[in-house]
């Protein structure tokens, strides 16, 4: 199973992007699940989270105007992202706790990074 991120791309100051990540391979329940992003020159950074249970927890900088969500039912996880700003520009990440079964009918629980989207804001 693999996480593969998409929906990056450039996008004006005030404008709105969802990006997605998808898990391949057979059908998947996402449990707790992150997404993170990394600026030029800086370190990685959490920016929003979700539990299991459906909580969710947002970094200040982004705080009401972006949105963590999942579909099961489309093995898909999303982050919208409202009133883009420049400093938003970074390398995004996805990372969830994903459980499966093989086709033996075996329970598996694994840990897995999406590889990076990119998306740029300006004007």
């Known amino acids: 199973v693999q996480l593969q991120a998409s929906g990056g791309g450039t996008v004006q100051p005030g404008g709105s992007l969802r990006l997605s990540c998808a898990a391949s391979g057979r059908p998947v329940r996402f449990n707790a699940l992150d997404w993170y992003r990394q600026a030029p020159e800086k370190q990685r950074e959490l920016v929003a989270a979700?539990?299991?249970?459906?909580?969710?927890n947002y970094a200040d900088s982004v705080k009401g105007r972006f949105t963590i969500s999942r579909d099961n039912a489309k093995n898909t996880v999303y982050l919208q992202m409202n009133s883009l700003k420049p400093e938003d520009t970074a390398v995004y990440y996805c990372?969830?706790?994903?459980?499966?079964?093989?086709?033996?009918?075996?329970?598996?629980?694994?840990?897995?990074w999406g590889q990076g989207t990119e998306f740029t804001v300006f004007s």
């Open positions: 990372n969830a706790d994903i459980s499966y079964y093989t086709d033996d009918g075996a329970p598996v629980l694994l840990r897995s």
């Open positions: 979700m539990t299991s249970g459906g909580s969710t």
